[in-house]
């Protein structure tokens, strides 16, 4: 092996100098199917600007009119340092009229709070705001540590970083008490893993099980929480959702040019998992990758790839809906 989900023929196969050339035939797909079937799609996990890390990317007033262009039912953003909650409320008075106003139905905006450093870390306190008064009717995720997580920090070589799991592997008080919240709140709210190791998801997984609320992996396919088919098939079995994103399955090329995506192993995620397992994300509003645009994208590429609709829809529409409590 030469990487977590790569072997070295998988690696000279895809630097192949006639690999574009070598692919099999792909199913026609038209740009006009794609966008037909974004209609009811509900994107749980997308970015945008006003930001704080990475500038120009798409403002969330734009993608949610594009939302509505397409007819997605709803759409979750998510930032690395402040609740999107907020945004999302003020977006939603603005979105309804101008949908209005332009014919449209109004795609339902919705937002969450990342456990990083900017909101205090795993911070109980900054959880049950979220989940409180105007705050509440907008908040459907709670994602674990991204851009502070141990991991991420390990990974680029800098000591401290925030876990889910202490030294012995059990998950942290904080993070059991924010479990709670969730478990005992009205509101239909989704925990996310954050990039943490897949130890720290496997314990969490379990204490979310035994608390009765819902839990996704995040983007299992990135190559910073990227997960083998077994690993995956643990955290299934331990009731976690798998979240499939598309700028991990695809790439954004602004940012992202020469990233090496983790194509084929998102299909065979897909594949092994089965359809009932799978949360579609984009993941995008990266510069030059609005989030509409890229999950549309997705979309075509499954579709040309023999994916059917049934379980599209599953993976898309469905599920999504089922985590952010909407019909």
Known sequence: ?????????????????????????????????????????????????????????????????????????????????????????????VIDE?????????????????????????????????????????????YGPSVDSAWQYRLMGREGGISLIDERGNVRPEVKEIIQILASSDRKTFLESGHVTV????????????????????????EITVLTVEEARELVKRGAWIEIAEVSMLGTPVVGGGWIVNFDHSLKLIKELGPEHIVLISDAGQPGNPPVEAYKTMVRVLLSRGFGIEDLTKMCKENPAKLIGIR
């Open 199 to 222: 130890g720290e998801m496997m314990a969490v997984a379990d204490a979310a099980k035994d608390a009765g609320i819902d839990f996704v992996v995040t983007h299992a396919n990135q």
């Open 1 to 93: 092996m030469v990487g977590k989900v790569l072997s070295l023929e998988e690696v000279k196969k895809a630097c192949h100098p006639a690999w574009p050339y070598l692919q099999p035939p792909l199913k026609p797909v038209s740009e006009k199917e794609a966008w037909r079937f974004m209609e009811g799609v509900v994107d749980i996990h997308a970015h945008g600007a006003p930001e704080a890390w990475l500038l120009e990317r798409p403002k969330i007033i734009e993608t949610c009119k594009d939302a509505c262009r397409a007819g997605l039912k709803a759409i979750c953003f998510k930032d690395h340092n402040y609740m999107t909650s907020a945004v999302a409320y003020v977006a939603q008075d």
């Open 98 to 142: 101008w949908a209005s106003q332009q014919g449209f139905k109004p795609v339902q905006i919705y937002g969450g709070v990342t456990l990083n450093y900017a909101v205090g870390g795993l911070n109980p306190r900054v959880v049950k705001i979220a989940l409180s008064g105007d705050f509440g009717a907008k908040t459907k995720a709670i």
